[in-house]
Nanobody
Framework: QVQLVESGGGLVQPGGSLRLSCVSS????????MAWYRQAPGMQRELVAT???????NYADSAKDRFTISRSNTKNTLYLQMSSLKPEDTAVYYC???????????????????WGQGTQVTVSS
């Protein structure tokens, strides 16, 4: 089991910044990937940013040039630094971890994906 605990959400004005944190019970360095998702009311959960174990990152188009995903290996913490926030960024943000690579999932049965409880981000004037 992997436990993920998010924090850092809150109310921020448009154009402002916010940093989210996700503390993992397992070494982040050993994860295949970690990611941030978000879900607005009435909307599907969407992928915002991904950080792979080798340091490679992927961002949704809406997050490029504004959001930065990073990690502290010593603190086992994943971060999402959000800048130039817009009202459409308002959502519950969830931390996600995958313990197995796609190839590993083919041969290793069981659970490999874990979620945090979410933290609310509201961008409003």
């Amino acid at each position: 089991q992997v436990q993920l605990v998010e924090s850092g959400g809150g109310l921020v004005q448009p154009g402002g910044s916010l940093r989210l944190s996700c503390v993992s019970s397992r070494r982040i360095l050993s994860m295949y990937s970690m990611a941030w998702y978000r879900q607005a009311p009435g909307m599907q959960r969407e992928l915002v940013a991904t950080l792979f174990s080798d340091g490679k990152t992927n961002y949704a188009d809406s997050a490029k040039d504004r959001f930065t995903i990073s990690r502290s290996n010593t603190k086992n913490t994943l971060y999402l630094q959000m800048s130039s926030l817009k009202p459409e960024d308002t959502a519950v943000y969830y931390c996600n971890a995958e313990t197995l690579s796609p190839s590993e999932r083919e041969v290793i049965p069981g659970e490999y994906q874990y979620w945090g409880q979410g933290t609310q981000v509201t961008v409003s004037s």
